[in-house]
């Protein structure tokens, strides 16, 4: 028979237990800050109701193709560009397009651009930037990413509450195979390329993708249909979508000066 003294032994075993497994799964007693999409249905599947600040999260696109990649860079662009601060971003290939990053809200006057030479000299300059604890947030290209690699990353962030985004690229699709193991990213992301809208005149619209939340801690999986990035780095429900200088008049200023 359980007696309740049994009982009281057993509870701070059970503490000692639960404290010894947030420390291992880096868990924090204060509470983590966090980046709102400002969508709900995306909000309320992620812990505290936003993207985790100071955290590694993870990014590819639904191909290898470069429609898709394109589509995950400028995913993980428009989060950084809602982040306060420089932002490091960090390629091993020579094919960044500043114009698009400033049209999903990330000026180039913001961004710090490194090449490196391999995966290795990409992730190390990641963990450098993350630990610097003066940049909004911290970008890099890479392929493969190890257990190791990837906790020695979500442990910089922690510390000085920087948010990085490892954004998957593989130069071979058989490569992508890697994108399946396991990391200690706080969140894994794909972004595939969809249709847009019609638009009743010629022209293009807003691009469309398929977001998919493979993997939140503490979170929920789930898939969303977006329109991509605004100027502002906001991305919208499909059919609710808005203008960015609509949504919040960020450009009014400019506009008035441009006529001035």
């Known amino acids: 028979m359980t007696t309740k003294g049994s009982q009281a032994q057993k509870k701070p075993a059970l503490e000692a237990l639960q404290a010894t497994i ?3 799964e880096g868990h924090k007693n204060r509470k983590r800050a966090v980046l709102p999409f400002g969508v709900k249905a995306i909000d ?9 600040l100071g955290a590694l999260h993870e990014v590819a696109g639904g191909g290898n193709d470069a429609l898709n990649a394109t589509a995950a860079a400028l995913f993980a662009a428009g989060i950084a560009a809602r982040t306060k601060g420089k932002v490091l971003w960090i390629v091993t290939r020579q094919d960044i397009f500043a114009p698009a990053l400033d049209q999903a809200g990330l000026a180039a006057r913001r961004v710090i651009h490194v090449e490196a030479s391999s995966d290795n000299d990409a992730l190390a300059c990641f ?3 993350l630990r610097h604890g003066g940049l909004g947030s911290v970008v890099a290209e890479v392929g493969r990413l190890t257990m190791t690699a990837s906790r020695r990353l979500q442990i910089a962030a922690e510390g000085t509450g920087t948010i ?7 130069r071979r699709q058989t ?3 890697d994108f399946g193991q396991p990391t200690a990213s706080t969140t894994r992301w794909r972004v595939s390329v969809l249709p847009s809208a019609p638009l009743p005149v010629p022209g293009v619209e807003r691009p469309r993708w398929m977001l998919e939340l493979l993997r939140a801690r503490s979170g929920e999986c789930a898939d969303f249909e977006v329109e991509g990035c605004d100027a502002n780095g906001r991305i919208e429900s499909c059919g609710v979508a808005l203008p960015a200088s609509v949504a919040d008049g960020a450009h009014q200023e400019e506009a008035e000066q441009r006529r001035a």
Do not use: D, K, M, S
């Open 127 to 129: 963990e450098e930037g």
């Open 22 to 24: 947030a420390r291992i």
């Open 44 to 52: 309320t599947r992620l812990p505290g109701g936003g993207l985790a």
């Open 164 to 170: 990085g985004l490892a954004v998957r690229r593989w």
């Open 175 to 177: 490569e992508a195979a």
